[in-house]
């Protein structure tokens, strides 16, 4: 079992930046994938980025490509989400998972309950 919490969301305007937290629990942080979601209001829970259980690979949405950059700290048992030049349509709830992969398949079995993303125009 994992428990996950994340914080760091807000308000923030068009431009600005974000680092997201997510702290893990218990002692087997390093056995899992992280990754983070969002959810818009009225959207499906969409993928946003995810890093491997050692650090060394990443995987980026399209949208956050380029403005966003996932990491890990395994002495912290935390995964950050640094977010910049933030746009209104990244307003979202931002979840955390941990999920475990095989070859290129990742599932997802333990979530966050969620941290609040604003950005204004």
């Known amino acids: 079992q994992v428990q996950l919490v994340e914080s760091g969301g807000g308000l923030v305007q068009a431009g600005g930046s974000l680092r997201l937290s997510c702290a893990a629990s218990?002692?087997?942080?390093?056995?899992?994938?992280m990754g983070w979601f969002r959810q818009a209001p009225g959207k499906e829970r969409e993928f946003v980025a995810q890093?491997?259980?050692?650090?060394?690979?990443?995987y980026y949405a399209d949208s956050v490509k380029g403005r966003s950059t996932i990491s890990r700290d395994g002495a912290k048992n935390t995964v950050y989400l640094q977010m910049n030049s933030l746009r209104p349509e990244d307003t979202a709830v931002y979840y955390c998972?941990?999920?475990?992969?095989?070859?290129?398949?990742?599932?997802?079995?333990?979530w966050g309950q969620g941290t609040q993303v604003t950005v204004s125009s």
């Open positions: 998972a941990a999920g475990q992969s095989i070859a290129t398949t990742t599932t997802w079995p333990y």
């Open positions: 218990g002692r087997t942080f390093s056995s899992y994938a």
């Open positions: 890093i491997s259980r050692g650090g060394g690979s990443t």
